[in-house]
């Protein structure tokens, strides 16, 4: 047994040899491989951080939000921050890796959202879906990061085809964004945008036409607001015009080049409009040279209006610019000053076939002339529903003599009253020698003539006693003519009362007609529509003002 157990071998202590790696730190390692290499490709695939400020956080919500470029998902709103000034607020979003070339000067974010606009409607899918980011790529070199966003969408996208017009107007009138733009009743464009002009006297718009409408803006073409309905009254009757359906209700612009304007290529975008109130003001004819006269009137100009026309036989040459009240400290009498322009180009001197334009000098020439022959401004009825007067250029018979005068850069024009006026004139002069007339005196007159004659007729029947039978018969139906004649001029006689009465009646008419005069020259429309009820006329009253106004 001894044996046995010496047979069993000793142990024999040997030396480490080196380290050996243990298979259960190869799963962390490789981990944290993947996990570095998960992260670096996360940040070599992650697209651009851009933000961009809006007036209010509206339709935008962190992590929801999206961004979107023609319908397609682009980047995700991350965060929404107020801006440090509490006037805006700022959102965070992340793009897809490739827009980097995208995000330029101009591109252009907005919320869609719904919107009724310029007759036009947008955003109704967002009512299900909710709010999102839209984006606008523009066409600048230059890279951003940082943006403001529209509050309204834009109107076109960049790339549309056309060209965009800069007008200028004195007030927006019913224009809007989406307004649309008309040629020959063709919707051919809209508005783009409008702003308050920095003096705060007027109003830029931008209008866009579409191609290839674009090609009819010349240098001479013409805008103007073609909303709600233009009624016009004139010699052929009422005329009503409007471009469409849609110009009533929201507005709309229209514009056209007039008729036998120069050709020209077209308009360049730069090139500012003057946008006009109307088609009939647009287009008129182009006047490059003014002459300003200055008219003064010693009568009511109620119903004159800047604006107004200076007719000459029917043709307009020129314009009311200015209606001023002026006192002659002279004689401390108060007139009204009409300042004028006058067109001279539309005088022409030389045959129909050969007409050659005048220098200033002739000009004033052939004015002064045709004054000494009789010109004057007079102040006439263009309208008698709305009462409204132009100044009326024309001959007149035996006017006082006048020369033209010159007043500073204007000269004056001579005046004459106007017909109504001349009506009103002539009634009160009538009215005054009816007035002056001594019914009674001629009533006393007439009764002592009578008595003379009847005192003559009783002498010769007694020189005539011894007369004929047949002279005597005569004699006494003499005497009852006389008797007859007596009976009527009697104070108290039909005929002598008759006759009174009819001149009161006379008076009386003559103070209806002034009145009527009076009246017509303040409210002219009342030969259409009527006297107003709440205007009842004192003949007595207004006589005695009109009194006052003589004294």
Same mark, same amino acid.
Do not use: C
């Given at each position: 047994?001894?044996?046995?157990?010496?047979?069993?071998p000793?142990a024999?202590?040997?030396?480490?040899?080196?380290?050996?790696?243990?298979?259960?730190?190869?799963?962390?390692?490789i981990?944290?491989?993947?996990g570095?290499?998960?992260a670096l490709k996360?940040?070599?695939?992650?697209?651009p951080v851009?933000?961009?400020?809006?007036?209010?956080?509206?339709?935008?919500?962190?992590?929801?939000?999206?961004?979107?470029?023609?319908?397609?998902?682009?980047?995700?709103?991350?965060?929404v921050?107020?801006?440090p000034?509490?006037?805006?607020?700022?959102?965070?979003?992340?793009?897809?890796?490739?827009?980097?070339?995208?995000?330029?000067?101009?591109?252009?974010?907005?919320?869609?959202?719904?919107r009724?606009s310029?007759?036009?409607?947008?955003?109704?899918?967002?009512v299900?879906s909710?709010?999102?980011?839209? $984006?606008?790529i523009?066409?600048s070199?230059? &890279?951003?990061?940082?943006?403001i +966003?529209? =509050? %309204?969408p /834009?109107?076109?996208s960049?790339?549309?085809p056309?060209?965009?017009?800069?007008?200028?107007?004195?007030?927006?009138?019913?224009?809007?964004?989406?307004?649309?733009?008309?040629?020959?009743?063709?919707?051919?464009?809209?508005?783009?945008g409008?702003?308050?002009?920095?003096?705060?006297?007027?109003?830029?718009?931008?209008?866009?036409?579409?191609?290839?409408?674009d090609q009819?803006?010349?240098?001479?073409?013409?805008?103007?607001h073609?909303?709600?309905?233009d009624?016009?009254?004139?010699?052929?009757?009422?005329?009503?015009?409007?471009?469409?359906? $849609?110009?009533?209700?929201?507005?709309?612009? &229209?514009?056209?080049?007039?008729? +036998?304007? =120069? %050709?020209? /290529?077209?308009?360049?975008?730069?090139?500012?409009?003057e946008?006009?109130?109307?088609?009939?003001?647009?287009?008129?004819n182009?006047?490059?040279?003014?002459?300003?006269?200055?008219?003064?009137?010693?009568?009511s100009?109620?119903?004159l209006t800047?604006?107004?026309?200076?007719?000459?036989?029917?043709?307009?040459?020129?314009?009311?610019?200015?209606?001023?009240?002026?006192i002659n400290?002279?004689?401390?009498?108060?007139?009204?000053?009409?300042?004028?322009?006058?067109?001279?180009?539309r005088?022409?001197?030389?045959?129909t076939?050969?007409?050659?334009?005048?220098?200033?000098?002739?000009?004033? &020439?052939?004015?002064?002339?045709?004054?000494s022959?009789g010109?004057?401004?007079?102040l006439?009825?263009?309208n008698?529903v709305?009462g409204?007067?132009?100044?009326?250029?024309?001959f007149?018979?035996?006017?006082?003599?006048?020369k033209?005068?010159?007043?500073?850069?204007m000269?004056?024009i001579?005046?004459?009253?106007?017909?109504?006026?001349?009506?009103?004139?002539?009634?009160?002069?009538?009215?005054?020698?009816?007035?002056k007339?001594?019914?009674?005196?001629?009533?006393?007159?007439?009764?002592?003539?009578?008595?003379?004659t009847?005192?003559m007729?009783?002498?010769?029947?007694?020189?005539?006693?011894?007369?004929?039978?047949?002279a005597?018969?005569v004699? &006494?139906?003499a005497?009852?003519?006389?008797?007859a004649?007596?009976r009527?001029?009697?104070p108290?006689?039909p005929?002598?009362?008759?006759?009174?009465?009819m001149?009161?009646?006379?008076?009386?008419?003559?103070?209806?007609?002034?009145?009527?005069?009076?009246?017509l020259?303040?409210?002219?429309?009342?030969?259409?529509?009527?006297?107003?009820?709440?205007e009842?006329?004192?003949?007595?009253?207004?006589?005695d003002?009109?009194?006052?106004e003589?004294?």
């Amino acid at each position: 047994m001894t044996e046995e157990i010496n047979d069993i071998p000793e142990a024999v202590t040997g030396r480490k040899s080196g380290r050996t790696v243990q298979l259960v730190w190869l799963i962390p390692l490789i981990a944290a491989l993947l996990g570095g290499w998960l992260a670096l490709k996360s940040v070599m695939d992650r697209g651009p951080v851009i933000t961009i400020s809006f007036k209010t956080a509206e339709g935008l919500e962190a992590g929801k939000t999206k961004l979107k470029f023609k319908d397609v998902e682009i980047g995700q709103v991350s965060t929404v921050e107020l801006a440090p000034d509490l006037q805006s607020v700022i959102a965070t979003a992340d793009l897809v890796k490739g827009f980097e070339a995208r995000l330029v000067d101009d591109a252009k974010f907005w919320v869609v959202r719904p919107r009724v606009s310029g007759g036009s409607v947008s955003g109704i899918g967002t009512v299900l879906s909710g709010s999102y980011i839209s $984006v606008g790529i523009g066409k600048s070199v230059q &890279a951003r990061r940082d943006f403001i +966003g529209l =509050e %309204v969408p /834009p109107i076109l996208s960049t790339d549309a085809p056309g060209r965009e017009y800069v007008l200028k107007s004195h007030n927006l009138g019913s224009l809007d964004y989406g307004s649309p733009v008309f040629f020959r009743r063709l919707q051919v464009g809209q508005v783009t945008g409008y702003e308050l002009d920095k003096d705060g006297k007027g109003v830029t718009l931008r209008a866009f036409v579409n191609a290839p409408y674009d090609q009819y803006v010349n240098p001479n073409s013409r805008f103007w607001h073609s909303s709600g309905v233009d009624v016009t009254l004139d010699a052929s009757g009422i005329k009503v015009d409007t471009q469409s359906l $849609v110009s009533i209700v929201i507005g709309g612009l &229209a514009f056209e080049t007039p008729a +036998g304007s =120069e %050709v020209l /290529p077209p308009a360049g975008p730069d090139l500012p409009f003057e946008l006009f109130n109307s088609r009939e003001e647009a287009l008129k004819n182009p006047d490059t040279l003014i002459m300003k006269a200055i008219m003064v009137f010693n009568e009511s100009v109620r119903g004159l209006t800047v604006g107004a026309p200076v007719d000459f036989r029917g043709i307009d040459i020129g314009t009311v610019t200015a209606i001023k009240v002026e006192i002659n400290e002279a004689n401390q009498r108060v007139n009204v000053a009409v300042e004028v322009d006058l067109y001279p180009e539309r005088l022409r001197a030389g045959e129909t076939r050969q007409r050659t334009a005048l220098s200033d000098k002739q000009r004033l &020439a052939v004015l002064n002339g045709m004054i000494s022959r009789g010109l004057r401004a007079q102040l006439r009825s263009g309208n008698l529903v709305t009462g409204q007067l132009y100044v009326a250029l024309d001959f007149v018979r035996d006017p006082p003599e006048a020369k033209l005068r010159s007043i500073g850069s204007m000269v004056e024009i001579p005046t004459m009253p106007g017909s109504l006026e001349d009506l009103k004139a002539s009634i009160t002069s009538v009215a005054r020698k009816l007035e002056k007339i001594d019914y009674e005196g001629i009533s006393t007159d007439l009764r002592n003539t009578l008595n003379s004659t009847t005192r003559m007729v009783k002498g010769l029947e007694t020189t005539v006693a011894d007369i004929a039978p047949e002279a005597k018969a005569v004699i &006494a139906e003499a005497q009852r003519a006389m008797a007859a004649a007596e009976r009527a001029i009697a104070p108290d006689s039909p005929i002598l009362q008759d006759t009174r009465a009819m001149t009161m009646e006379v008076s009386r008419a003559a103070q209806a007609i002034r009145l009527l005069a009076d009246y017509l020259e303040r409210h002219p429309e009342a030969l259409v529509s009527g006297k107003k009820a709440d205007e009842p006329t004192n003949p007595a009253k207004q006589n005695d003002e009109r009194k006052g106004e003589s004294r």
